[in-house]
């Protein structure tokens, strides 16, 4: 086992821009109250077979869930890009939601020598046994967007998730302060799915307390599957016979399955639908009056800045970070970029600025 990293604090804020050369997320290195972060000291690295034979170029290992999400091809495409960017090589594996498969692709990719792994996890707590493996190889594991639980993960970069949230019944809070309101959350496995559930509700509880609000249906949806979460709506709409005034759904996917279900009862665009990505059918329904927000993170600063700190961490490099995430083991050394909420007002200066999608996409069905 490698030693634990070595944490001590640094003295100024030009430290943190040379430790992290990534102009667009330096800003996001230092604390609310100007204090500078701590030190992520890469230990010496065991001897392992290299995965790039004797050509000396690094590869970085990317063990992913899913591929069968436009979010997670989205992440695939632009941390490969900014990977070889940097002299580096990547060897992408995606498991589909199956946690067998995705322990055994990362210990094919530990067992080829890859110098980092990078682990979007299916389940975050079967994941740990990834990062064991891992460190038993002197590799290195960073947790990109869900934070691997129970487990001695190196670092762990992501949105804030409790913030994206809380962005979520804010939005749905403005248009209903008062209400019968179901909530439709992610995958009982995933981490991120209760960190957004607890952002709600640190939104909506007080309003619950004083009574204005009614939560009449709170469930989990099994793997994010949108029909799952389709079907969640129906016993919610069933349930209560109709009488719900505000979804909140953890992502675009849930939403798209909920807004199916309420469609199917004749009140898709008049019960306001929160949710989380920015995918283009979620726009879209944005823009057409059936969904009322979504949750955009800039996947292209986040997917850029771990294949910046993965290449540093495998060149033995130090990562300054500022946060701290409790993964149940330990105090993860974390850094979270800043979710944004987007409705039909800023989806040009946002989403269509970015780039992410394009505006004749995301109108197509307007007139």
């Given amino acids: 086992m490698l030693p634990k990293p070595k944490v001590h604090k640094m003295l100024g804020a030009a430290m943190i821009i040379a430790a992290l050369v990534l102009p667009s997320s330096c800003k996001l290195l230092q604390s609310d109250n100007g204090k500078i972060g701590e030190s992520l000291k890469q230990p010496e690295r065991l001897e392992h077979a290299r995965a790039s034979g004797d050509d000396g170029q690094l590869v970085i290992g990317l063990s992913i869930d899913t591929l069968e999400e436009e979010r997670w091809v989205k992440d695939r495409d632009l941390f490969k890009v900014a990977i070889e960017e940097l002299g580096a090589k990547v060897d992408v594996r995606a498991a589909n939601g199956d946690d067998a498969k995705q322990i055994a692709q990362a210990e094919s990719m530990i067992s080829s020598g890859v110098d980092v792994l990078v682990v979007v996890p299916h389940n975050a707590e079967a994941c740990a046994a990834i990062v064991a493996k891992a460190h038993q190889a002197g590799i290195k594991v960073i947790s990109y967007d ?197 409705d039909s007002n800023n989806m040009e200066e946002t989403i269509i600025a970015d780039g992410f999608h394009k505006k004749s996409d995301i109108y197509r069905n307007v007139k």
């Fill in 146 to 342: 869900r934070l691997i639980l129970d487990s001695d993960v190196d670092l762990y970069i992501s949105f804030d998730n409790e913030k994206a949230g809380e962005l979520q019944a804010e939005a749905i809070v403005k248009q209903v302060p008062k209400g019968n309101y179901v909530l439709i959350e992610g995958a009982d496995t995933d981490n991120n799915a209760h960190m957004f559930k607890q952002g709600q509700m640190n939104i909506i509880k007080p309003l619950v307390d004083k009574g204005d609000i009614k939560i009449v249906y709170d469930q989990f949806t099994k793997e994010w599957i949108p029909s799952n979460a389709r079907a969640n709506m129906e016993v919610a709409l069933r349930a209560n016979q109709g009488h719900i005034d505000a979804v909140i759904a953890a992502n675009d996917g849930t939403a798209g399955g909920v807004i199916g279900a309420l469609a199917d009862h004749a009140l898709a665009g008049k019960i306001p639908v929160s949710g989380q990505d920015a995918e283009l059918a979620a726009a879209q329904r944005i823009v057409e009056g059936t969904q009322t927000m979504t949750v955009y993170k800039p996947i292209p600063k986040l997917a850029e800045a771990a294949a910046e700190l993965a290449v540093k961490m495998a060149k033995g490099e130090e990562v300054i970070t500022d946060r701290k995430v409790f993964n149940k083991k330990i105090d993860v050394p974390a850094i979270l970029l800043e979710p944004i909420a987007v």
